[in-house]
């Protein structure tokens, strides 16, 4: 749940953040924050933020620290659960992205490319709280 | 040449209320301690993280035939789980558990309660159950089946006034675990019932 990703996520979040030397740019939130997409297109934006995490950030968050890996390892496998809630969602068909919110997926893939795999991966799974807040904010 | 170690052997999982421990028989030689290491696996290292395994630092080289998990199964995904013995620097191959294990398979008991009578307050206590527990009482005046009334409580504090009670009635709770993680429930506890103090007042 949402909640125990949130416990997870409070438990290591310093120790995440502080691998994240470049404090000036956001993957998630620039240069829009989240809370502007339309709650039409919100089932479609987290499925695809999810997805996101789950494909492409996870695996490049390897650390030295067990219980930081035994921490990011719930947190992804509890990403899996939610995304299967929102995947009933998909099949009943209520899960429409709009061109809006295509766009800020696509500046948010863009946000991450833009840096090396590593300091991406780890400045996303920092901005954690800014989905979590977003994705119960969107309930 | 280096001895060889037998693995692990009867590997089990005992989950209860969200709790879940795995278990296995010992390795059994002479005059030796012999240590175990668990490692876990979770669909997500499974699908997306080269079906990795993730050990547990509280389970490595540990003597004890028990290992808990609850930390780290915290996901309603299914985990695959392994053990291996370890004497020296000789290891035994991996036990691993047959099939998997997914914690929404967790045993829910129903809740401890207590209830009190409190001069002409109906009062209810809950055994705490951890933090994925809430618990639904319900609670009637003996007779008045028909006429039962329910309360959510999501955190599990000390004593909780249910109702005021009329005066020498009797009243009755029973309860129930709920995990909303898991969108399960445990069966009803025993009902129990109180009588609420009868008529102070003197006739004179």
Partial sequence: SVAEIRAGFAAIKANIQSRDPIRTLSVLSHPRSLHKVKSSDRCCVAHHLLTFYVDKVFKHCKTEDSFVNRKISSIANSFLSVRRKLGQCREQNNCACGEESTEKFKQILANYEGLNVTSAAMKSLGELDILLDWMEKSR | ?204
């Fill in chain 2, 1 to 204: 040449a280096d001895a060889f170690l037998a693995a692990p052997q009867n590997i089990s999982i005992l989950s209860t209320n969200m709790k879940h421990f795995l278990t296995w028989s010992p390795v059994v030689v002479q005059g030796a301690t012999v240590r175990y290491s668990v490692e876990f696996q979770g669909e997500y290292e499974r699908e997306y993280a080269n079906e990795s395994w993730i050990p547990i630092s509280e389970c490595s080289l540990t003597a004890a035939t028990m290992c808990n998990l609850t930390e780290d199964i915290s996901a309603s995904v299914p985990y695959r789980l392994r053990v291996r013995a370890q004497l020296g620097a000789t290891r035994s191959p991996w036990g691993t558990l047959t099939g998997f294990f997914n914690r929404v398979t967790t045993s829910l008991t129903p809740p401890l309660l207590k209830v009190v009578a409190d001069g002409h307050h109906l009062l209810v206590e809950l055994a705490d159950m951890g933090p994925a527990f809430q618990f639904r009482v319900l609670y009637w005046k003996k007779g008045q089946e028909s006429r039962v009334k329910q309360k959510v409580l999501r955190e599990v504090s000390s004593m909780v006034h249910l109702d005021t009670m009329e005066e020498g009635a009797e009243y009755c709770v029973r309860a129930q675990a709920h995990v909303e993680a898991i969108n399960r429930s445990s069966s009803f506890s025993p009902t129990q019932c109180v009588r609420a103090q009868g008529d102070t007042s003197l006739w004179l």
